[in-house]
């Protein structure tokens, strides 16, 4: 019965090893044991296929282990190694191993300090290839990195966006999303107290783009940008919100004193001449202020924007102050404005014409046609009523055009009277001279030769006429219309601007004109003005006759023709067609007298201003 029972056992005990070594064979783990004392090695067949040694010995050289072992890790595995036997505890490592034929393989080996009934210690442990989860592992890891750099790229990417969105790419300040969105944050902020608004727009900055280019532009850009956010403290905000305007938020201010001191600082910052290259660049600026406790504030960037139109208005250059007055004053001038264009769609806007006439014999040779408001309510406006605000507005070369549509419609209907008409003079704008479409609109009127002479006034061409300019003069003229010069000796012409321009004729300005009679000095003057033009072989009129000693003395001065209300006042089309009537035929009786052009009123409507 014994041996049955042992017999049995040693077969189980077989069994159980066949099953073990088949386990492990499958497994592919190595069973090694290291006996300290005898420094002796002992590794089953599965070592040596990891170790791909191609040997079977169950003894080996613990240099087959040193010598497979990774340069780069032999250092740190016998200092695992070691440490695991003085303490006589758990060894765990990972390795590398070169095998062979060359190939990096990973193996984790693991072991249990064992001391033999002998009391022999030793390690008895396995190892097992974890390269493909070293690999797998590190491309989880490369994997990861790649992720997390790019979720850190998509971060930096949307606020690149999102610093984009809310600035400007040129100077890098807030723009005007940004603006508005902090403004609205500081009007809600419980512990603001009060804020302002500067809105700041640079002087010149167009004439440095045209001259210098757009590189010199983007220069005065950021240079302004850097001097405007200097004056400002920490708290306060500076953004660009178009092409040369800058705003300012101000934060607690004590007061208008306060905001004026800041205000005429960035004035003063922003006067200085920007270098470019070897260029200086000029540069100034125009500002409007607001000011406001907060929870009494409007729309401060509307208030500082009135307040930065009456700045430019007024001069430029210079700091104005937001006021109801000026938002009063405003909201007149753009209905003002609204009443104009309307005026011009329903032909409003109608010329009154002044005579000229020669200033010996008197008699007619010109018309002037000066622009006058047929207003529904408030009835006939003078030019002084409504062309400031048509400049302001940009409508004064649609009153040109309205004048001379209106003119040629009335000079066909007194050439069907059997009238012949003198030459009319229109104003011409220095917008619509500008027009590039000018020529081809002028050319589809049909306007007959040598009828219409155009009147530009002398600010046009200040010291020197542009290129665009003198091109589209030299085309007016080839169409057989003339050029005269208006307001000659009240601005800043140039006499070289003047033989560019080369006009028919010019007319010296009333302010001239009205001391000849009590001025030795203004005669003289008068005079040599004339002696330059008959140089240049242009005829001169004087503007403001207003006495028949003016007519006589400017006769003696030598000008060729009189204008003013000694000679006639500005007339509707129908009066200047009774006028015509009675100097052209004999037969026919004129209301009233003066039918050569005689000192004194000729009998024509009211005292109308002849300021065109």
């Known amino acids: 019965m014994e041996e049955t029972v042992s017999g049995r056992s040693e077969q189980e005990f077989q069994d159980l090893l066949r099953r073990l070594e088949l386990a492990l064979e499958t497994s592919q783990i190595g069973v090694w044991q290291h006996s300290l004392n005898q420094e002796e090695i002992l590794w089953d067949l599965q070592m040596h296929k990891l170790y791909q040694t191609g040997g079977t010995d169950r003894k080996v050289s613990s240099a087959v282990w040193l010598n497979a072992l990774h340069p780069d890790d032999v250092e740190r595995a016998i200092a695992e190694f070691e440490a695991a036997t003085a303490e006589k505890g758990f060894y765990n490592s990972q390795f590398r191993i070169i095998l062979p034929e060359g190939e990096i393989r990973y193996l984790r080996s693991r072991a249990h300090f064992y001391e033999g009934p002998d009391g022999e210690p030793s390690f008895i442990g396995a190892e097992w290839d974890v390269t493909a989860d070293v690999l797998l592992n590190r491309e989880l890891t490369n994997q990861k990195a790649v992720a997390e750099a790019r979720a850190i790229a998509l971060e930096q990417s949307r606020a690149r966006i999102e610093h984009a969105a809310d600035h400007d790419y040129l100077t890098g300040l807030p723009n005007r999303r940004y603006f508005d969105r902090r403004l609205a944050e500081l009007r809600a902020d419980p512990a603001v107290k009060t804020l302002a608004v500067l809105h700041i727009d640079l002087d010149c900055f167009k004439q440095i783009n045209d001259k210098w280019g757009h590189a010199a532009g983007d220069v005065t850009l950021q240079n302004a940008a850097v001097r405007i956010s200097g004056s400002i403290t920490a708290k306060d905000m500076v953004a660009r919100i178009g092409g040369d305007e800058f705003v300012v938020v101000l934060v607690d201010i004590d007061g208008a004193d306060d905001l004026k001191t800041i205000a005429e600082d960035i004035l003063w910052r922003l006067r ?291 204008q003013g209300y000694a000679i006639g006042y500005p007339s509707p089309g129908n009066e200047i067609a009774v006028l015509l009537t009675s100097v052209q035929r004999p037969d026919q009786h004129p209301a009233s007298g003066n039918s050569q052009g005689n000192a004194g009123p000729t009998g024509f409507a009211g005292r109308q201003s002849a300021h065109s």
């Open 272 to 562: 200085r001449d920007i270098r470019f290259h070897h260029e200086m660049l000029p540069v100034g600026a125009s500002i409007g202020a607001a000011w406001s406790v907060v929870g009494e504030a409007g729309n401060l960037l509307a208030e500082s924007d009135i307040a930065l139109y009456q700045a430019k208005k007024s001069g430029r250059n210079r700091v104005e102050f937001f006021t109801p007055k000026l938002q009063s004053d405003l909201q007149a001038e753009r209905q003002l404005a609204e009443e104009l264009r309307l005026a011009l769609i329903r032909h409003e806007i109608v010329p009154y014409y002044q005579i000229q006439v020669d200033a010996r014999s008197r008699r007619i040779v010109g018309l002037e046609a000066l622009a006058r408001w047929w207003h529904p309510e408030k009835g006939l406006l003078a030019p002084a009523a409504f062309l400031k605000v048509a400049e302001e507005y940009g409508l004064t070369a649609e009153i040109d055009a309205a004048i001379l549509n209106r003119v040629l419609f009335d000079r066909a209907n007194w050439a069907m009277q059997g009238l012949t008409p003198p030459r009319i003079a229109v104003n011409i704008s220095g917008s619509r001279l500008a027009d590039p479409n000018l020529i081809e609109r002028l050319q589809a009127l049909n306007i007959p030769p040598h009828t219409i002479t155009f009147e530009l006034i002398e600010t046009i061409f200040l010291d020197d006429p542009d290129d665009k300019t003198l091109a589209n003069i030299d085309a007016i003229k080839q169409m057989g219309i003339e050029i005269e010069i208006d307001d000659f000796g009240s601005g800043h012409a140039s006499l070289i601007g003047l033989v560019k321009l080369k006009p028919k004729r010019l007319k010296i300005d009333r302010q001239l004109v009205t001391a000849i009679t009590v001025s030795d000095e203004q005669r003289r003057l008068v005079g040599s003005i004339v002696e330059i033009a008959r140089a240049l072989s242009v005829e001169v009129i004087a503007e403001g006759v207003e006495t028949e000693d003016h007519a006589r003395l400017l006769a003696r001065a030598g000008c060729d023709g009189l």
